[in-house]
């Protein structure tokens, strides 16, 4: 499974982003998705994940602001992220879970990062 994600960039304050992420290959069965988000020399916390059906769970301090939402026919996720902050500064990686569909062997996969700025 690959993911493309896209959507990052540099934005002031109380702007908006909308981040994307693809996932290609047919063997694979996605369950949950979700992103990620990582500051240098920091853990990677989690922001905002979906499951298949739909329920969408966030990291407290993104609550109201962000939404996150998939587009199962074609294998996407997104991340619409209002009223930025400069503390939403960091790289974000898209993450998906689910299990191949001829051994239901579980896995996950990450994205590269894509870097979002938030300029004060």
């Known amino acids: 499974v690959q993911l493309e994600e896209s959507g990052g960039g540099l934005v002031q304050a109380g702007g908006s982003l909308r981040l994307s992420c693809a996932a290609s290959g047919s063997i694979f069965e996605i369950e949950v998705m979700g992103w990620y988000r990582q500051v240098s020399g920091k853990p990677r916390d989690l922001v905002a994940l979906?499951?298949?059906?739909?329920?969408?769970h966030y990291l407290d301090s993104v609550e109201g602001r962000f939404t996150i939402s998939r587009d199962n026919a074609k294998n996407t996720v997104y991340l619409q992220m209002n009223s930025l902050k400069p503390e939403d500064t960091a790289v974000y990686y898209c993450?998906?879970?689910?299990?191949?569909?001829?051994?239901?062997?579980?896995?996950?996969?990450w994205g590269r990062g894509i870097q979002v700025t938030v300029s004060s």
């Open positions: 979906i499951t298949a059906d739909g329920s969408a």
């Open positions: 993450n998906v879970d689910g299990h191949y569909r001829a051994t239901r062997r579980a896995d996950a996969f």
